[in-house]
């Protein structure tokens, strides 16, 4: 690398380059590895795919681009329902090629099971047979010769219709025996990591063919008895075929967390006519209407689907042309430079460079694996235990998706869902995101304290001088924030800001010719599988909600847990919401949580006084902060179970130990409510004021918690003090802030002069 330093005329970075290789994309256990044709293959895919989002979400038209007469190109803008159902089966196609139903083992090869791929080969001609329907269909529909109502082609297709008999014998049982069989063989076919499997090109084929079949049918329309009893037979299959594979691929990609909670739901659907309570229904629910109503806009290509189609695929793009370009590795490096020399330096470095790469990326676990590699090991050379160096990493990386502008796409999510505006929500969470980060950079440095820890040596660390000068490598972010503001569209800021990834590469040794942005595309199209799959799983829930009215019914229950106290029911939301995060990416929670959780606590804070866009905004807020945290919660801790997997500690202990350190995450939440200023609602002095105080609060909260406060340990009174004091900052009440501040200066008072015994500390002490 030092000889590409010297190239092209470009400044050297600098001399030590700790994060070179940060960049690259980790490789799960069940990827597959191609070459030769097949990598081609998967790489033409995987480019196309994301390029055709770029060019949808800017309504460019290839046609008028080229000057050719393309009919058989899309035209863009695309209808919307249309546009979401092809970027799903793109995810679908894309994942079912690249992931296998089961993890590899280089150790441990598999034997290759030729009968089982032999059978699910066959399972091709189903599918291919429901495919040809479909196309039949669509020919039929475009022919002119069916009934309209209200300028739309009908599809009347009752019982013992010749339509109706087609679509379940000729495209609907087909298609599901396909379908299934393909996801039952693939649990038990083998074959080598380079090599596809025959039940995974099922999939993918059988994910085409589901699009096909509701490209064509919901152009009808047929979209208007979705949720009713008379939605076509042939959507049913479909949606019975995609909701399967969607679920399949989330459990490659995301693991069981998610898929088992999606069951429960799927499973409370159907029984919820015989459950007691606010759980029960009136009517049962036939498997028609609910597959039906579950792949509309009510569910599946509802307001998930929508921001990963969107915003989410398009900053995923944005963060490939930055790991194409190797800007984050000036990320990391630049946070070494800044933070590596003081007092327990790499955790300080892991707190900036986590929050900066987790804004921009999406997910807390992916997060922790691509900045805890460097970060983790450096963290242990200087002194922290195997348990506190993955907690630090985890609470950071989560702290990520709380981080404006971006929020791992989390803004993008809240501005869909709410209709508040992008730039209220962003300004909105800048003072939590400061007290987050703030709490984590205490807790960290009373840690270093506490073990007389030092930082890193000048020779360890890249020259901050040299990096100051390639600080334009911040003009992509910067030119994202800045076009935000000044009322850009998301989607044209984020194009703004991916082309300017591609222009300050030439300034770099590491210059984005043709090749290389095409390699972005590729390596936008591989990253954005997972967060599709989970958007479109948890859109199945979602949509599970809508149709059973289960959300109003637990807003109920919120109700009147709130006639007996407000803090009881917001501690009964706060345990649904992180419960309902538990083993789900950022995204996928927020959006379940937001639909069972949100509107109850938007009635509850109406009734409390607030305005209703005040309500809407907190009671949302105060959702996402828990689903954010529950990657750090216990027992089910993504983030922690990542990072200690980096560390070598135990997975229980580092994420009790990352919810220590993230600890002020779910006390600021609560805050939202008593003291809605830390929102920026309210005038700029409470605003101010609120934000001062709040972080008094939390510098006194991560003293308790840790037991050191001005240079030396705490007695174990003073820490209970700290505490009070701290709670009572943080709530902010001009009362509440001055008993506050008048505890923390007693405290101060015993510390300094009577000097309490520090071994009556109750030591908190992290597992090795």
């Not at 991560?702 to 340990?713: A, K, L, P, Y």
């Amino acid at each position: 690398m030092a000889e590409n330093k010297k190239s092209h005329g470009v400044d050297q970075v600098e001399e030590v380059v700790l994060a070179e290789g940060v960049d690259e994309e980790p490789v799960e256990s069940n990827r597959r590895m191609f070459s030769g044709r097949a990598y081609f293959l998967i790489a033409a895919l995987s480019t196309c795919y994301a390029a055709f989002h770029m060019i949808a979400l800017n309504g460019v038209s290839i046609s008028a681009w080229t000057g050719l007469d393309l009919p058989l190109l899309p035209q863009f803008p695309m209808e919307t329902w249309n546009f979401r159902i092809v970027h799903i089966a793109g995810a679908l196609a894309l994942g079912f090629l690249l992931f296998s139903a089961h993890a590899f083992h280089p150790e441990r090869p598999h034997k290759p099971t030729q009968l089982v791929s032999v059978i699910a080969a066959a399972l091709a001609l189903p599918a291919l047979f429901a495919g040809f329907t479909a196309i039949g269909f669509a020919d039929k529909i475009n022919s002119g010769t069916l009934p309209e109502m209200g300028g739309l082609t009908t599809w009347a297709a009752f019982p013992g219709t010749e339509i109706y008999s087609a679509e379940v014998w000729r495209f609907g049982v087909p298609l599901l025996i396909g379908t299934f069989g393909a996801i039952a063989t693939g649990w038990f076919e083998r074959r080598g990591r380079e090599l596809f499997a025959a039940s995974d090109v099922v999939l993918a084929l059988c994910g085409v063919v589901v699009a096909i079949y509701l490209v064509a049918v919901y152009g009808t329309a047929a979209r208007n008895s979705v949720g009713t009893p008379f939605v076509p037979i042939g959507v049913a299959f479909a949606a019975t075929a995609g909701a399967a594979m969607i679920m399949e691929l989330t459990r490659r990609v995301a693991g069981m967390a998610l898929v088992v909670i999606t069951g429960v739901f799927l499973v409370y659907t159907f029984t919820a006519h015989l459950l007691p309570g606010i759980l029960a229904v009136s009517n049962a629910y036939t498997w028609q209407r609910f597959f039906g109503h579950v792949y509309s806009d009510a569910g599946i290509i509802g307001p998930t689907t929508a921001v990963s189609s969107t915003y989410i695929i398009l900053f995923i793009i944005f963060a490939a042309f930055l790991q194409a370009s190797k800007v984050g590795d000036y990320f990391v490096n630049f946070a070494f430079a800044a933070a590596g020399r003081a007092r327990g330096g790499p955790a300080k470095v892991a707190i900036f460079a986590s929050g900066l790469m987790g804004m921009i990326n999406g997910t807390s676990a992916g997060n922790v694996v691509a900045t805890g590699s460097l970060t983790i090991p450096l963290m242990k050379r200087v002194g922290y235990k195997r348990t506190t160096a993955g907690a630090v990493e985890a609470a950071a990386s989560t702290g990520g998706q709380i981080m404006p502008p971006i929020m791992g796409a989390g803004a993008f999510i809240m501005a869909e869902i709410t209709g508040i505006p992008y730039q209220e929500i962003a300004i909105a969470a800048i003072i939590p995101a400061v007290l987050y980060f703030a709490s984590i950079y205490f807790m960290v440095d009373f840690e270093a304290a506490k073990l007389n820890m030092r930082g890193m040596r000048e020779d360890e660390l890249p020259k901050f001088a040299a990096l100051a000068r390639q600080a334009y490598l911040f003009v992509p972010i910067v030119i994202l924030i800045v076009a935000l503001f000044l009322g850009y569209s998301v989607i044209r800021a984020g194009t703004l800001a991916t082309v300017a990834a591609a222009v300050v590469s030439w300034l770099t040794p590491h210059r984005m010719g043709l090749r290389s942005i095409l390699k972005a595309f590729e390596l936008a199209g591989v990253m954005s599988i997972q967060i599709i799959a989970v958007c479109a799983c948890a859109g199945i829930i979602v949509g599970v909600i809508s149709l059973t009215g289960v959300g109003a019914r637990f807003s109920a229950v919120l109700l009147d847990l709130a006639g007996a106290s407000n803090l009881l029911a917001l501690i009964f939301a706060m345990g649904i919401a992180v419960l309902l995060g538990m083993g789900m990416p950022t995204t996928a929670a927020y959006a379940v949580a937001a639909s069972v959780v949100a509107p109850g606590l938007v009635s509850l804070f109406v009734e409390n006084g607030m305005e209703q866009s005040t309500a809407t905004i907190t009671a949302h807020f105060f959702v996402f902060y828990f689903a954010v945290v529950s990657a750090i919660t216990p027992p089910v801790a993504l983030a922690s179970y990542a990072a200690a997997g980096i560390s070598g500690a135990n997975p229980m202990a580092t994420s009790v130990a990352s919810f220590k350190i993230g600890i002020a995450a779910f006390i600021v939440p609560f805050m939202f409510f008593y003291n809605s200023a830390i929102l920026m609602e309210g005038d700029w002095f409470e605003v101010v004021r609120a934000a001062i105080t709040a972080v008094v609060g939390i510098f006194l909260l991560s003293s308790g918690v840790q037991g050191w406060f001005i240079g030396g340990r705490a007695a174990w009174f003073l820490r209970v003090g700290l505490i009070i004091s701290a709670v009572l900052l943080i709530k902010g009440g001009w009362l509440t802030d001055g008993l506050g501040v008048v505890g923390a200066i007693g405290i101060y008072f015993v510390q300094k002069v009577l000097r309490p015994d520090p071994n009556a500390s109750i030591a908190v002490r992290g597992a090795d």
